[in-house]
């Protein structure tokens, strides 16, 4: 059982930044790998970035590209977002999500993970 818990979502000016932090309990972090997916009111729940077990392959939406880095620090069960110059269409309620050893081709796919946090708002006004 892994239980996940986001933080540092708020409100910010578009061009800022935000970082997310996802603490996870359970001693089997590093088995998982970790994703953040993001939902706007009246749009289905679509996928922004994820990393392998060790932390060392990533993977990101193509909107995310050159904008967010995701990293995992297995040491602190935790893995980050860290997003620069936000966009007021990144505005959304921001998970993460946990699969056990989920291969790269399955990192996209919300239904493969096994454990999801309760999210966390950003909002970037204009």
């Known amino acids: 059982q892994v239980q996940l818990v986001e933080s540092g979502g708020g409100l910010v000016q578009a061009g800022g930044s935000l970082r997310l932090s996802c603490a996870a309990s359970g001693r089997t972090f590093r088995s998982y790998a970790m994703g953040w997916f993001r939902q706007a009111p009246g749009k289905e729940r679509e996928f922004v970035a994820a990393?392998?077990?060790?932390?060392?392959?990533?993977y990101y939406a193509d909107f995310a590209k050159g904008r967010f880095t995701i990293s995992k620090d297995n040491a602190k069960n935790t893995v980050y977002l860290q997003m620069n110059s936000l966009k007021p269409e990144d505005t959304a309620v921001y998970f993460c999500?946990?699969?056990?050893?989920?291969?790269?081709?399955?990192?996209?796919?919300?239904?493969?993970?096994?454990?999801w946090g309760q999210g966390t708002q950003v909002t970037v006004s204009s």
């Open positions: 990393i392998n077990c060790s932390g060392g392959s990533t």
């Open positions: 999500a946990a699969g056990l050893g989920l291969l790269v081709r399955l990192w996209v796919a919300p239904h493969e993970y096994d454990y």
